[in-house]
Structures are given as structure tokens and as C-alpha cells.
């Protein structure tokens, strides 16, 4: 029996050296493509004087890490710099100008922090937060027609089928909120049909019925990179594949392109802020303190300066002025929420003089035109008074970009028609875009500006 014991002992212990051999001879690799990512595990609670250790697990638990970018690299599911030569082609193209590159990304971090929020409750890969960064540099773009519109560029049919609803005086392709939810439904449907990350992209580009008829009997988890590269998708929908992880690749190891991606502030974290009625943007605005060009942009969905009845009356406002808008709105009757005007005052006067023939009290025309009371109001001024506007003002591609160093092209652009529409001179359009002098590629980024 002791020799059966030794015996028994002596199996067990050579199974296990071979088990550490074979686990040191294994290369590490990321998640596979086909399977979503794990959740992070939270950092250990440190010990804090006057804090048990429960709750110091809970804190470091429940905190939030407040970069975007470590919070998406715990979440990349795909192979990134690694899938094929294309990829790091791509992450050179995008980080050329990296001056430009960072910018752009600063100037999304109000929107991305939203994504990621939302990709991290469904348990979806990190690499699908970079892809309105891909269709539009995160700019809420409105179009006409058939074509696609919003940061995730999503066309009317496919939009409507997910939900959204589409009007001349709302769009939800536009809202950042619904338009991600329909974006990320639209992702996790595509990996439950195909049970690989890559083609659930690939379907969001081209469509998933052309994906069906391309892959026919085959497991997608089982093509490789060249066998998937195959697959007869036109140049663009396979294109989307290689910048997509390009940018995973330069957001897993941005020092590899000397970048320093930015880290958000206190102003970049927007709340939802709902409301009892529609409001004139502009007035938010006021209400705020902010300028009603960034108001429009975070909350684009409104065509118009009226938010219409039909639609679910909320704002997105930086949570650092949030608090102020609750105090100035709940001070103004809801009945003056939402028809408003401007007009120039044409006369010298004060802000009472105003309210008193408008009939209304003056903290509220004062609140509405962010001064003060007892203010003067000189004759050239630009007033915001209440009653509606002849005919309500439609908010363009060009209020929405009005701070955009960078332009994202749609269908239709040309180099000409770009430098027409922000007043730029074409010769100039072209020095900051040499890469540009041939045919533009939907979703190219243009530079504006040398910042």
C-alpha cells in the first residue's frame, strides 16, 4: 500500500511539471476575435485610515477610472497592430499629423466617455468605442436624403429599423445617446449572427445580409486574417476592418507614434439633464453658461432651436454646469421655456425697460441674455426675448463644426465644396491636406486649421 502511495505521488508530481513546462513554452496572446472580452478584474482596496476593509473594497471597486483609453485597453478583443500589414499602414496614416490627431480626439472626449460608458455595460469589445472616431471623428454630422448622418454614420433605413426616429425637426441618428444604442444593438446582433467580432464590423460597414451571402456555410471563427481578407467585400468594407484596429493599435501603445492621447477634465464629462418641457438650445445655453455652439453640438439631435413636442425632452450638459442650469431653469415658468427670438435692440435702454413691455419679469430676460439686471442694453445689441420666430431656424453642418479644426468627408464632398464651406481659400485647403489632391475617400479627415 505504501508503495502504491509512492507511486500514485510520484505521477502526480511529474503531471504537474509537465503542466508548468507547457505553460511557460505558450506564447501569450490577446482574446480571440470570436470571443468578447473578460471583464477586468477591480484593483485591490488599499488600507485607509478610518475606512474598513469592506468598504474600502467597495470604493475601489464601484470608482471609475478616469482615462477612456486604460478603461479600452483592459476591453480589446481583436488582434490590433498584429492582423495584417494594412493595420500599421493605418496607424501611421492616422497619426502623421499628430498634432491634428490629438486635437480631434480632445475635442471627442465628451462624446467617447459616453460610448465607452455604454460599451463597458454591455460587455462589448473596447476597439467598437473608436469606431464613430472612424466614420466621423465623433462629429454629429447631419445630411439629406439617403445618405448617412451622426458620429456612427448611420443611413435612414438601417437607423429606423433600429428605432430611431427621423424628422426635420429631431433626428436620432444625431443624438449621441440613442444613436449609440442603436449602434451597439446593431453590433451585438451582428456578433450573435456570425460569432466573430471582425465580420460584426464588417456588417456594420457593408450589411448583413451581404456578410451571409459572402461567408455561406463557413464558421467565421475559423478564417484567419488572410482567408477573411479574401472574402470578395469591396475595398471600402475591408478597409474599415484595418483602420478600426489601426486605432486600436495606436490607443494600446500610443508612445509606439509619439502620441499623447489627451486626458479628459472636469468639463468633459457630460449628464443627462431631463426636462419637464422643450427649451430653446439657446436659452439652455444661457441658462448654463456656455456657448450655445458647443450645446447645439453635444445635443445635435434638435434640428431646430425649439426642441420639438414629440421628442424626449432632456439636454446633455457638462456635469461642472449642470447645477446651474437646474437653478436658472426651475426659477423661469415652463410657459417660457420654448418659443424665443432673437432681435437686435435697435435702441439704448435698460434690460427692465425690455422686460416691462414684454410683460415678463426681468430676472428671467436677464437670465436669458446672461446679464445683469440692472444692466444697460446698447442698440446693437443682439436680444433673446420670447415669442416665436418667423420661421424656425434649422441648425446646419456648420453650427455643429463651428470650433472643428479637422472635417470628416461624406459622400458628395469635394475639396472645392470643403473650402467653400468654411470660407477657406482652395490653394490653402490643399497646403494643410497634400495627401488630398486625388479622389477624397468617405470618411478622410481634412485639416482646417494649423492648430
Wanted: charged share 25%.
Amino acid at each position: 500500500m505504501r508503495y502504491a502511495l509512492r507511486t500514485r505521488l510520484h505521477w502526480l508530481s511529474l503531471a504537474a511539471s509537465l503542466l508548468v513546462l507547457a505553460a511557460c513554452a505558450a506564447p501569450p496572446t490577446r482574446p480571440v476575435a470570436s470571443a468578447p472580452p473578460a471583464t477586468p478584474a477591480p484593483p485591490a482596496a488599499v488600507a485607509t485610515p478610518g475606512v474598513t476593509p469592506d468598504d474600502a473594497a467597495i470604493s475601489a471597486a464601484t470608482a471609475p477610472d478616469p482615462s477612456p483609453w486604460s478603461r479600452l485597453r483592459t476591453r480589446f478583443a481583436m488582434q490590433g497592430c498584429d492582423y495584417r500589414p494594412e493595420v500599421q499602414r493605418w496607424a501611421r496614416y492616422y497619426t502623421h499629423g499628430a498634432r491634428a490627431f490629438v486635437a480631434s480626439w480632445k475635442q471627442a472626449l465628451p462624446f467617447l466617455l459616453l460610448v465607452a460608458d455604454e460599451v463597458e455595460q454591455r460587455d462589448l469589445p473596447g476597439e467598437f468605442a473608436l469606431l464613430p472616431y472612424l466614420e466621423s471623428t465623433y462629429q454629429p454630422l447631419p445630411s439629406h436624403g439617403d445618405r448617412p448622418a451622426g458620429m456612427w454614420q448611420l443611413v435612414p433605413d438601417t437607423a429606423r429599423e433600429a428605432g430611431l426616429r427621423i424628422s426635420p425637426d429631431y433626428d436620432g441618428r444625431l443624438d449621441p445617446l440613442a444613436s449609440t444604442t442603436a449602434a451597439l444593438d446593431l453590433l451585438a446582433r451582428y456578433f450573435r449572427e456570425f460569432a466573430d467580432w471582425r465580420l460584426a464590423d464588417m456588417a456594420f460597414n457593408s450589411g448583413e445580409f451581404r456578410v451571409k451571402r459572402l461567408l455561406g456555410e463557413r464558421d467565421a471563427r475559423l478564417l484567419s486574417a488572410d482567408e477573411l481578407g479574401g472574402l470578395a467585400f469591396n475595398r471600402i468594407t475591408h478597409e474599415h476592418l484595418d483602420r478600426l484596429l489601426a486605432l486600436a493599435c495606436v490607443v494600446d501603445d500610443p508612445a509606439r507614434f509619439n502620441i499623447v492621447l489627451p486626458e479628459p477634465d472636469d468639463d468633459d464629462r457630460l449628464d443627462v439633464v431631463p426636462l419637464d418641457a422643450g427649451m430653446d438650445l439657446r436659452l439652455a445655453a444661457r441658462f448654463a453658461g456656455l456657448d450655445a455652439s458647443d450645446v447645439r453640438r453635444w445635443n445635435a439631435g434638435y434640428r431646430r432651436n425649439r426642441m420639438p413636442a414629440a421628442a424626449t425632452h432632456q439636454l446633455l450638459l457638462p456635469a461642472t454646469h449642470a447645477q446651474k442650469f437646474r437653478s436658472a431653469a426651475d426659477a423661469v415658468p415652463l410657459a417660457l421655456w420654448s418659443d424665443w427670438r432673437e432681435q437686435r435692440a435697435a435702441r439704448t435702454s435698460g434690460i427692465g425697460s425690455w422686460a416691462a413691455q414684454l410683460g415678463i419679469p426681468v430676472a428671467v430676460l436677464a437670465a436669458a441674455n446672461a446679464i445683469d439686471e440692472n444692466a444697460t442694453v446698447m442698440s446693437s445689441t443682439q436680444l433673446l426675448l420670447p415669442g416665436s420666430e418667423a420661421e424656425p431656424m434649422e441648425i446646419t453642418t456648420k453650427d455643429l463644426q463651428s470650433h472643428a479644426r479637422l472635417h470628416v468627408i461624406v459622400a458628395g464632398d469635394t475639396l472645392s465644396r470643403v473650402a467653400q464651406h468654411y470660407s477657406t481659400p482652395l490653394k490653402r485647403l490643399k497646403q494643410l491636406n497634400p495627401h488630398a489632391s486625388g479622389t477624397l475617400h468617405l470618411g478622410e479627415r481634412l485639416r482646417l486649421s494649423d492648430d
